[in-house]
């Protein structure tokens, strides 16, 4: 009960603070995928590209979020109400997932409405994508966090992700031809790398895979079990240093 | 009387430096206790430990050595918070929401409800005389009336503990004075108050105890009345020819020429009796005895100082 009252303040916040942004931009990205030719709701390029622009834009709106509440000491106050700093970390980290989600499906609701109407195509294309993003954003923004309570700077834990989510995830999808004919037979080197690859959001595979689930080909699941399973760890390291760290 | 609050042998090292890694003794092996309904004040130079020890007893920061206890009780039980309301050296509630939103939130995680929590958002509004302003936005409020919304928010749970740190930094004359107010209220009803400043005039007005810290260190406990009453000072204004009694005199207590007459200053009433034999054997009249209170400023200067 203690935690739903901290969860619906801060989803309140995060409502508040994001949603004419989250509206004016994901309409934008999503009109032009809809409006441009009639058959780019299956193109897989404006897809990816798609992908990627949105989640920059969750990046970029909910990197200070835990930051800001230390930076502005309202978290002192918080802390002088009964809660545990493990609530203030679940709250934060379930309103954010939440309200970006809520507001994700509402969105894809609407565009697969509105393309349904104009090319008289169901299409399932805007609810893979919002599964896609939802997926993605919560091991992704479980690693905000935590990163957030490591750096506390907001505008290094932003360009680190977004960083991530140009190269870094390409880069680690590709190690396989990238590193591993340098490596050679060094299994240390090929152990990082394939460590890294299985437990960050593995944006690119769980999109290939939600997209595969919904067109009815074969599908592997294991990218998205681990990109979950990256971010509950993620989120449980969180819990753990935040409950450690000293208030500044 | 119970002890509210205890700290025992509590002290905080900080490291500082990322490269130079170097220790910063912020607060040293501190013992104190407050007992239920009293106002007790924290006060001393910037960078003294005062905020330090706050934040160590509200489990923000914890301890290196020591321990602090709130209601008997360890301080990182979230319960006992409860039963305690904060006001925020730096005190910044989210700017978009009105007053009475966000005493909503914050009584909601009080634990209030319904009714209860409206009737006690409208009793508090009243009690901080900000009733007219509750729609207004936070970030249109001025310092003072900020301030009334962090006691406000800090009373909501009708706390047996209110912590108080420097809650009349930068308000203006008015403002201190009503606030004040607020406090000596607050005390009539029992509450027990632990304030942290260095507005010594105004500890001076609503404090039973007052700590003094120094370098970390809590150098002097006492009542206010026990502080004041070493600064007393005493005056005997008389009249007498004897030069040699008044050069006596004059080496040992200050000595100077007031109106016509000749005025002896103690710092200590033990030797009136022995000053006033001295005078009246030379034949001296004695005009005058005025006694002056002295002020927190000059023990608490005498103490930093030494």
Redesign the interface.
């Known amino acids: 009960m203690?935690l739903f009252?901290?969860y619906s303040?801060f989803s309140l916040?995060f409502f508040?603070g994001l949603l004419a942004r989250v509206f004016i931009i994901l309409t934008m990205i999503l009109c032009v995928y809809l409006f441009t030719t009639q058959t780019l709701p299956h193109s897989t390029v404006v897809h990816q590209i798609c992908l990627i622009l949105v989640l920059a834009f969750y990046i970029v709106a909910t990197a200070g979020s835990i930051i800001e509440k230390t930076e502005?000491?309202?978290i002192?106050?918080?802390?002088?109400?009964?809660?545990?700093r493990r609530d203030v970390i679940l709250a934060d980290f379930l309103s954010g997932v939440t309200v970006t989600s809520a507001l994700t499906l509402l969105l894809s609701l609407v565009l697969t409405l509105v393309y349904g109407i104009r090319a008289h195509e169901w299409s399932t294309t805007f609810l893979a994508l919002a599964i896609i993003l939802i997926v993605n954003f919560i091991s992704l923004y479980s690693f905000i966090v935590l990163s957030g309570i490591l750096l506390k700077n907001v505008a290094i834990v932003t360009v680190f992700w977004i960083g991530y989510l140009y190269v870094g995830a390409l880069f680690l999808e590709a190690r396989t031809e990238l590193i591993y004919p340098q490596a050679g037979a060094n299994f240390f080197i090929k152990a990082i790398f394939d460590g890294l690859y299985y437990l960050l959001p593995q944006i690119y595979a769980v999109s290939r895979a939600v997209t595969a689930l919904l067109s009815n080909t074969i599908w592997n699941p294991q990218s998205i079990i681990f990109t979950l399973s990256g971010g509950i760890a993620a989120l449980v390291s969180s819990m753990y240093l935040f409950n450690r760290q000293?208030?500044e | 009387m119970s002890n509210i609050v205890e700290f025992q042998g509590i002290g905080k090292t900080f490291a500082k430096g990322f490269i130079r890694r170097r220790s910063i003794r912020a607060v040293n092996n501190v013992s104190l206790t407050l007992e239920e309904g009293e106002t007790f004040c924290l006060i001393g130079p910037n960078g003294a430990g005062k905020t330090t020890l706050l934040r160590m007893l509200l489990d923000f920061i914890q301890p290196t050595s020591g321990y602090a206890l709130l209601f008997g009780q360890p301080n990182n039980l979230p319960d006992l918070r409860e039963r305690i309301g904060y006001f925020p050296e730096r005190f910044k509630p989210p700017p978009a929401l009105t007053i009475y939103q966000f005493l909503y939130h914050w009584g909601r995680f009080s634990g209030l409800r319904g009714t209860q929590l409206q009737s006690r958002i409208t009793a508090l509004l009243q009690f901080v005389r900000l009733e007219e302003k509750r729609e207004a936005v936070m970030r249109t409020l001025s310092k003072g009336m900020a301030v009334r919304v962090g006691l406000a928010q800090a009373l909501l749970n009708d706390p047996r503990l209110l912590i108080l740190d420097e809650p009349t930094d930068g308000l203006d004359p008015l403002g201190r004075i009503e606030f004040r107010d607020i406090l000596k209220e607050l005390h009539t009803q029992g509450k027990t108050i632990f304030i942290n400043s260095h507005l010594l005039s105004e500890v001076e007005q609503i404090s039973q105890r007052v700590g003094i810290m120094k370098n970390g260190e809590l150098v002097r406990v006492d009542t206010l009345e026990h502080l004041l009453a070493e600064k007393v000072k005493l005056r005997i204004c008389f009249q007498c020819d004897s030069s040699e009694t008044i050069a006596e005199l004059k080496t040992h207590y200050t000595i100077y020429e007031k109106d016509g007459l000749m005025v002896v200053q103690l710092s200590d009433r033990n030797v009136l009796d022995e000053v006033l034999k001295k005078l009246t054997g030379a034949g001296a009249i004695i005009k005058n005895i005025e006694e002056s209170k002295g002020v927190l400023e000059e023990e608490f200067l005498s103490i930093i100082k030494n």
């Open positions: 203690k009252r901290l303040y916040q508040r502005q000491y309202s002192e106050l918080i802390l002088s109400k009964p809660f545990t000293e208030l």
